[in-house]
């Protein structure tokens, strides 16, 4: 039986952590991740689960010692948000390029300047070139769901990557809402042990890692690293499918949301998906033909397969929590957009640029976008391709 | 703590292999395998490596020159990878996946840019928790690997490619920084400051202590760079033994608060005699810049009767 309690995202996450009880947890409080260090504390001052906690002095060490511990053959973890994340960018790359299947519960927040402590997607798109894989989450379920799932996707042998968990900073993190939660015994059998082939510690066998490599290697390391993150996908799904068969819930790649006979469709991240949905739901009763997809896996980037998500349908709204300082749109309207050329798939598709760094995202602002789509498409009136919304315009040159 | 034995000491297989690709005559190769010969035999390690002359030397893919397990991260961070390693082992063998004989020290080398500078805030936190490990700077007073640039170890008016001598300028402008003190005041478990002597045995002797002794240790070891330097490379023991003979780098241990002066020159030798010997100091013995020699030796003997004072103070 499914334990049912109410939960923030942050609770929910660190939850997860303390039942799969990781080896060792380097960590540094930042806004709106710190919970999760601090309840992570709490549990094992309590003797709840017995992870070596590291205090560490900045997130450039959390995410150091994290590859430190994970390299000697601990199954390792950190969180943090926003500028920590920026902080920990090298050691991104390095965690990655070394192979280690550790974990990060990034809890998003937008980055400075202006300081500002809440919620867009600019701190985890800033790091989507890094190696990482991500995957984000709607609600507090999935953030708790996600989690769980992240080591068999990690230390899966044809992976050797490290995950990203993300949600949405407050929005999620602090939110509470209803969970439903696994028995320890079935998240222990779910995750498994963790039996590295190589690490430092191993008796017997010494080794070296970190080396530095001359032109004659680096880029064969690149593609196999490219290649594993290519790999991944298939894991990503099958790890999905496993967890599903267990709980009945969850997502694959992507979570198509009245979609099939869709005319315009709505291609959105994290928290604010509820919020479409909702839109969408009060559009249909009107007669609307409109659906949402809701990207859970950011890296890999499932472009073919939303491509083909998307080709039956007139118009798409793809929607970027984050600027990208390109002057050409948001991460996702880039990639998705290279996805259906590629693929061959000429729909008018339209960027928009919502919600940094807090701003409400409201069915108002989800209306608006489909009759906008829909005006495109119907009266043959070519939108803006890149815009924001819910600007304040008189502060707005 | 064992009997310290030149010729047993000596006579120790190497834990880094020859091979690697370090200058001819370079100290810090010297200086790391006087380090581990101090690890007992039986006893593994990881080595930990911040990123310089000495990593990028060491292991370089496909081969490595480390008989141990060995990790470099990055540049900044020796320490906190290496608190991230000496945790796993914490959390290994509390969870019964190391087997009870596998016994590991923890050892991290780091030049002094890596450890003075870009990486203090990780050597600092690592120190200050507490981690079961060494840390070794082999100090050759600037960033070596990327061309001697000047570090906050530079001595006040070496000549470096970023405080070159010219007619406006002296070379460094500041006095080095003391980071065997500042780590001192961290209330850490041991630290030494030492260097190559001909017996080898105070190089041994602290390194023992530090690995053995339980808690963060430190250990700042003078190893010279004949390039950053520009002295003959043959000269490399001369060299050490002006710099202990002239105080500008005194041996001591602050063994768990306690100071104490591991030597004491029957003589001490005027500055000159180890600034003479180096080419980043030529300028200081043009005519007209006696007061800069003078300026140096105010130094070098007001940070002396400070560390008299500890030693004495215990």
Redesign the interface.
Known sequence: MAIRDRMSGNEAVAFAIKQVNP??M?AFPITPSTEIPQLVSTYIANGDC???F?????E???M???????????R?LTATSSCGLALMW??LL?AASNRMPCVLALVNRTLSGPININCDHTDGMGARDTGWIQIYAENNQEAYDNFIQAYPIAEDERVQLPVMICQDGFITSHAVENIELLEDDKVSSFVGTYNPQEY????GE?????????SN?AMEARKNQELALEASKEVIVEVAKKYKELTGRGFELFEEYRTEDADYVMVIIGSAAGTAKQAVDDMRAKGKKVGVIKLRVFRPFPAYELAHALKNCKAVAIMDRCESYNGNGGPLGSEIMAGLYRERIYIEAVNYIYGLAGRDFTVDHVYAIFDELEDAVVNGKKPEQFKYIGLRDAMTR | MSKYNFKEAMNKPERLAPGHRMCAGCGATIAVRGVLRALHEGD?A?I?NATGCL???T????Y?A?????????F??A???????E??????K??G???EE?N?KFITFGGDGGTYDIGF??L??AM??GHDMVYVCYDNGAYMNTGIQRSSATPMFADTTTTPVGKQSNGKMQNRKDLASIIADHDVAYVAQTTLTQDFKDLYVKSEKAIYTEGAAFLNVLAPCPRGWRYETSDIMKICKLAMETCYWPLFEVDHGKWTLSYEPKKKLPIEDFLREQGRFKHLFKPGNEDLIEQFQAEVDRRWEDLQYKCAKG
């Open positions: 080896d060792v380097p017995d992870t070596e590291i205090p560490v002095e900045s450039h060490s959390s150091s010692a994290t590859i430190g511990a994970e390299a000697a053959g601990a390792s090298e050691e390095l430092l510690l191993k008796p010494p080794m070296a890692m970190g080396p530095y490599s001359v290697y | 593994r990881v930990g990593e990028v030397s292991y370089m893919y496909p490595t480390w008989e141990d397990s060995y990790i470099h991260n990055a900044e961070n320490g906190a990878t290496l608190s991230g390693v945790t796993a082992y914490k959390a290994l509390k969870r996946r190391l087997p596998e590991f805030q990780s600092s936190g200050e928790r």
